[in-house]
């Protein structure tokens, strides 16, 4: 399992994430696209590379808007893991 990370280390991490906030103990972060085609197919996209990580983010999708939560659950809050999915995410677009 993960170790979770203090509250100094997310900080930091979060500096090098600033389109992801912090909400409890999950980031966060809400994509708009320009219809919910391309929404769908950013999720789609998301797919493999969770999979691949074994690592799965919570999604809620409202027409072109989908939110994006992370956290490592078995660990209570969140590990390096979460922060390297954003970056995954980051790059999907």
Known sequence: ??????D??????LQQHPNWTLKGKTIE???TFDGF???IAFVNALVDPA?????HPDLAISY????ISLSTHDAGGLTVQDF???NVID???
């Open 91 to 93: 790059q999907l677009g």
């Open 64 to 67: 072109n808007r989908v939110t």
């Open 29 to 31: 972060q809400t994509k």
């Open 8 to 13: 100094s280390e997310i900080q930091a991490q």
């Open 51 to 55: 999979e691949a990580a074994g690592h």
């Open 37 to 39: 085609p391309s929404a």
């Open 1 to 6: 399992m993960a170790a979770r990370l203090n």
């Open 84 to 86: 390297d999915m954003a």
